[in-house]
């Protein structure tokens, strides 16, 4: 199951947008954001310190991302656009995933990272389905691709679109470190959605759905 969908879903089955990546949660009726799914969720933005490593994204100004062995996260080179307030937005998105992958793998969604990277909502939903993963003796592992990766900018918001295939991710067993490996499905392939609003110089993931089994993202 896609990381974005396993940081939204408790026990909806998995019927389409729902909080995070793929179609967003309503706006919060303040008028202020016109983008599908933006809300706020009243919190302060959280921050990290910047590190001189460079990120996923290549931004040497972004916080340092060092995956686990053996888990990759693998984003096409073809989503970025020319445009630069759109190709920003996709490189923080691209730091995002990136935190979350470092999150699941490591069983520790309370690094800074994942702070920058997922507020309001978002923050709490990742904080929450993280830690009940590693109660459930798991940690992700393998590779995650993000492609088809479309910007949709509003006035104070922007919703990143995207699939994601786990058809190479898979579950390591804590106790044993014994990797889950299970057949290959239409399971394996999500469609998805994040709203994402710029605090303090990095567009940040504040709300977030995802649809599994979109056979549109199969490939």
Not at 79 to 100: C, F, Q, S, W, Y
Not at 117 to 133: L, N, P, T, W
């Amino acid at each position: 199951m896609s990381l974005f969908m396993r940081g939204v879903i408790a026990t909806v089955a998995v019927s389409g947008l729902v909080l995070l990546s793929a179609c967003g949660g309503g706006d919060d009726g303040s008028g202020k954001r016109d983008i599908e799914g933006a809300k706020d969720g009243g919190g302060k933005p959280a921050s990290a310190s910047p590190s001189a490593s460079a990120s996923a994204s290549g931004d040497p100004g972004a916080p340092k991302l060092d995956l686990p062995e053996g888990v990759h996260v693998v984003l096409d080179g073809d989503d970025m656009t020319g445009d630069p307030e759109k190709d920003e937005i996709l490189r923080d998105h691209a730091d995002a995933v990136n935190a979350m992958a470092l999150a699941y793998s490591t069983g520790k969604p309370d690094v800074p990272v994942v702070h920058t990277y997922f507020q309001d909502d978002a923050g709490k939903q990742v904080q929450s389905r993280v830690k009940e993963y590693r109660a459930e003796g798991k940690l992700g592992t393998g590779t995650y691709r993000y492609y088809d990766r479309r910007v949709t900018v509003g006035k104070e918001a922007a919703a990143v679109t995207f699939c994601e295939s786990q058809r190479d991710a898979f579950a390591k067993m804590v106790d044993t470190g014994k990797v889950v490996h299970t057949k290959p499905s239409k399971s394996d392939f999500t469609s998805g959605k994040a709203i994402m609003e710029k605090r303090g110089g990095t567009w940040v993931v504040i709300s977030m759905a995802g649809k599994g089994g979109d056979e549109e993202c199969a490939r």
